[in-house]
């Protein structure tokens, strides 16, 4: 069956940090792009972070992220991590697993090159 299942959402303190998992399955995890979206109340999604499957291991962030957000695979456990720290207060928002048609991480913040999402994992930053 072809799924991704996202985990490890939850509520912290401005500051904090949090780790998502997503396991996917149905799919050849080791040649498959994945990566994170997500929606803020109100707000359109957006694209958080992506890594491809490629040899070198391209990683690709949004801005907003960079520098806080960091993104990691396990091709033995079928998952993809989000490592989140300094979360702030506009970083609440359901979080998604993706899964990309794209061999390029930068590629992934095109919605158009998302072949598969998750359902979704609730992160809210209190103030």
């Known amino acids: 069956q072809l799924q991704l299942v996202e985990s490890g959402g939850g509520v912290v303190q401005a500051g904090g940090s949090l780790r998502l998992t997503c396991t996917v399955s149905g799919l050849t995890f080791s040649q498959t792009t994945v990566g994170w979206f997500r929606q803020a109340p109100g707000k359109e999604r957006e694209f958080v972070a992506a890594?491809?499957?490629?040899?070198?291991?391209?990683?690709y962030f949004a801005d907003s992220v960079r520098g806080r957000f960091t993104i990691s695979r396990d091709d033995a456990k079928n998952a993809v991590y989000l490592q989140m720290n300094d979360l702030q207060p506009t970083d609440t928002a359901v979080y998604f697993c993706?899964?990309?048609?794209?061999?390029?991480?930068?590629?992934?913040?095109?919605?158009?090159?998302?072949?598969?999402w998750g359902q979704g994992t609730q992160v809210a930053i209190s103030s």
């Open positions: 993706v899964a990309g048609t794209t061999r390029a991480a930068h590629a992934m913040t095109d919605p158009d090159n998302i072949k598969l």
């Open positions: 890594t491809t499957w490629r040899s070198g291991r391209g990683v």
